[in-house]
């Protein structure tokens, strides 16, 4: 149980577009998702907490207006790259509570961003 | 400083061995604390978690907890070729939103 499923696992874009990276709960509602972003050598970086039918909350020094996250459903965040710049090449990862509190986080698979 | 810390090793044991791995967090109202193996190019995978304090075993991985310590350590008894990876230690903070350790790397020697 507690599946996670991300697509694409990998993307490469050219400077300047668009990226939109999917993340599924296949076995079990999840009202919260979490995005994170996770450099070569370096730890995961919580990025937002996606909230299922309201905005989603952004860390601090995260651009709103650059990752743009959409929670419409309490199976599918969408995290959005928008205006994509080789700097934001990196892996990012969802993850998602089966409970509220101080449940395990459970991450899909990840996608490599590669922007060129 | 930092909300988790961990040694980044390399470790290096060699197979068979136990791999001692270690954590400490900042936050001491921290209610819970769990380890994920991360391969190289992949996305985490939890292996424990641990609520309480004591020892917590699961197969050939104990979880060891003080909160008053505020440490949280990883045993890995007849440590693998395949336990060779990066562990991160999670700490679930007061808004249960998950802080990470950079991460120690583990290699078991054949």
């Known amino acids: 149980g507690a599946v996670v499923s991300q697509h694409p696992s990998w993307v490469i874009c050219k400077s300047g577009t668009s990226v939109k990276i999917e993340c599924r709960s296949l076995?079990?509602?999840?009202?919260?998702m979490f995005w994170y972003r996770q450099f070569p050598k370096q730890s995961l970086m919580l990025m937002a907490t996606?909230?299922?039918?309201?905005?989603?909350?952004?860390e601090q020094g995260v651009e709103k207006d650059k990752f743009l996250i959409n929670h419409a459903s309490l199976t599918l965040s969408t995290l959005t790259v928008t205006s994509a710049h080789p700097e934001d090449s990196s892996f990012y990862i969802c993850s998602a509570k089966v409970y509220r509190g101080n449940s395990p986080l459970h991450f899909g698979n990840g996608t490599r961003l590669t922007v060129t | 400083q930092k909300e988790v810390e961990q040694n980044s090793g390399p470790l290096s044991v060699p197979e068979g061995a136990i791999a001692s791995l270690n954590c400490t967090y900042s936050?001491?109202?921290?209610?819970?604390f769990f380890w994920y193996r991360q391969y190289s190019g992949k996305s985490p995978e939890l292996i424990m978690f641990i609520y309480s304090n004591g020892d917590k075993e699961d197969g050939r991985f104990t979880a060891q907890l003080n909160k008053a310590s505020q440490y949280v350590s990883l045993l890995i008894r007849d440590s693998q070729p395949s336990d060779s990876a990066t562990y991160l230690c999670?700490?679930?903070?007061?808004?249960?939103?998950?802080?990470f350790g950079a991460g120690t790397t583990v290699t078991v020697r054949a």
């Open positions: 999670a700490v679930n903070k007061r808004d249960y939103k998950l802080s």
């Open positions: 076995d079990f509602q999840a009202t919260t």
């Open positions: 996606s909230n299922e039918g309201s905005k989603a909350t952004y």
């Open positions: 936050d001491r109202g921290s209610q819970s």
